[in-house]
Nanobody, 124 residues
Framework: QVQLVESGGGLVQAGDSLRLSCAVSSRTFSLLVMGWFRQAPEKEREFVAAIGRSTGNTNYADSMKGRFTISRDNGKRTMYLQMNSLKPEDTAVYYC?????????????????WGQGTQVTVSS
């Protein structure tokens, strides 16, 4: 069983930065494709970013390109999401997800394991 634990959320002002972390309890972390998703109140969960087994293979939702950076440290079994220039519309619960896959996965249904989420609130 793979367990994911997010951390790093909080309350910030517009324009600030935050770094989210996702710690993974799996000895095969390097085989996992990892993703970040978010869900705002009364909205569906949406894709934020994904990173493949290779740290150079990444994909971002259009609204996050240039502001968010996804990364991973296989030695620490941890994935990160650096969020810069935060906007009020970035307010949501952010979830990390994992799946054993040779290719990037960009949709919620493609992931097998999920964290409990961490709240990010951006005030104007």
């Amino acid at each position: 069983q793979v367990q994911l634990v997010e951390s790093g959320g909080g309350l910030v002002q517009a324009g600030d930065s935050l770094r989210l972390s996702c710690a993974v309890s799996s000895r095969t972390f390097s085989l996992l494709v990892m993703g970040w998703f978010r869900q705002a109140p009364e909205k569906e969960r949406e894709f934020v970013a994904a990173i493949g087994r290779s740290t150079g293979n990444t994909n971002y939702a259009d609204s996050m390109k240039g502001r968010f950076t996804i990364s991973r440290d296989n030695g620490k079994r941890t994935m990160y999401l650096q969020m810069n220039s935060l906007k009020p519309e970035d307010t949501a619960v952010y979830y990390c997800a994992a799946v054993n896959s040779p290719r990037l996965v960009l949709h919620t249904g493609g992931y097998d394991y999920w964290g409990q989420g961490t709240q990010v609130t951006v005030s104007s």
